[in-house]
């Protein structure tokens, strides 16, 4: 069952940092969500970044083609309903992407250890498309940093030594279209899961369609953001390193709205060599297996693609069941 409602904590940056920290906590230990005003992320560049996804998807799929990903750069293109969950199931997500990861040149010292670092694919169109995205990358970057910082203070963990572990992260984007589907529509945008990452950017579209599980067994709730607020999740790793105090929340798109649908969200992902293990004491009942970053960030791309199965590693790839 799925309802409408607006339960997620909302919070403004502007604020002072001491009740900002203890928002954010709250939120972070209730539904793993948060909708953040006074992020410094102008509207106009979200705006920006909506003109360059609609001008992207709307080319020819011929020429899209022509920069597709491939098994071995998980970067550029991805056709409408290429991918399946990573459970085995054929029936595929209803989305077409465009891969981008941290721009690493060919040449970075870091390649030699972790061949998942590279240069992203830029399309000559639309002409604007590498800046406009860059100079967004930036303010995410600096917006998702600011908000780890809070995150260490809330664990009472170093500071600098963990933000130390996003230096040169695997952190990537994904640029999302939905397209209008027939009704009754029973499929998913994108299937139910939780996020492989720490900490998950967006800006929702205006025609709705994000929802989120907040406990198990509950009934499902819409993201309701108000225009140019952004909504931050964690992802399985910082649930981790909190020893299971933050919630890594499951969430789905369902676009029913019978209009396209756009998103651009950002992925912060740390250093290829961080093991995440938790820093601090653990909730009663939560335990998991350290996850080395590089290893399950390569599985996660592995088994996106057609066919591939899991390995029988313990790895949790976050594809979960309705």
């Not at 509950?218 to 108000?226: F, H, R, S």
């Not at 020893?243 to 396209?260: L, M």
């Not at 599985?299 to 199965?309: D, G, H, K, L």
Request: aromatic residues 10%.
């Amino acid at each position: 069952m799925m309802k409408s409602a607006p339960s997620i904590n909302l919070i403004n940056l502007d604020d002072h940092d001491e009740p900002v920290t203890q928002a954010l906590e709250l939120a972070l230990t209730e539904t793993g969500f948060v909708m953040i005003q006074g992020h410094g992320i102008s509207e106009t560049l979200i705006a920006k970044m909506r003109s360059v996804l609609e001008r992207y998807f709307a080319r020819p799929l011929e020429a899209k083609m022509q920069e597709c990903i491939t098994p071995d750069n998980y970067r550029g293109y991805i056709p409408l309903g290429f991918f399946s969950p990573n459970t085995g199931s054929n029936i595929p997500d209803q989305y077409e992407g465009y891969k981008l990861h941290k721009e690493t040149s060919l040449d970075n010292p870091i390649r030699q250890q972790c061949d998942l670092y590279g240069p992203n694919k830029w399309p000559a169109e639309p002409a604007d498309m590498s800046e406009v995205i860059t100079e967004f990358w930036r303010a995410c970057d600096a917006t998702g940093r600011y908000l780890l910082r809070l995150i260490s203070r809330i664990m009472g963990v170093n500071e600098t030594a963990f933000l130390s572990l996003f230096d040169d992260p695997l952190t990537n984007m994904t640029l999302l279209h939905y397209p209008p589907q027939p009704k009754p529509y029973t499929g998913f945008g994108i299937h139910p899961h939780k996020d492989t990452d720490a900490l998950t950017i967006l800006f929702p579209d205006p025609v709705g369609g994000l929802w989120l599980q907040p406990r198990a067994n509950e009934d499902w709730i819409e993201v309701i953001a108000p225009p140019n607020t952004m909504v931050v999740n964690i992802g399985d790793l910082l649930e981790l390193w909190s020893g299971g105090y933050f919630v890594s929340t499951p969430h789905k798109v369902v676009n029913a709205s019978g209009k396209q649908r756009y998103s651009f969200p950002f992925f912060m992902v740390p250093r290829h060599d961080v093991v995440v293990e938790p820093l601090i004491k653990c909730q009663q009942g939560f335990s998991r297996q350290p996850v080395p970053v590089g290893t399950v960030s390569r599985e996660v791309w592995r088994t996106n693609w057609q066919q591939a199965s899991p390995s029988d590693s313990e790895f949790d790839l976050g594809t979960l069941s309705d």
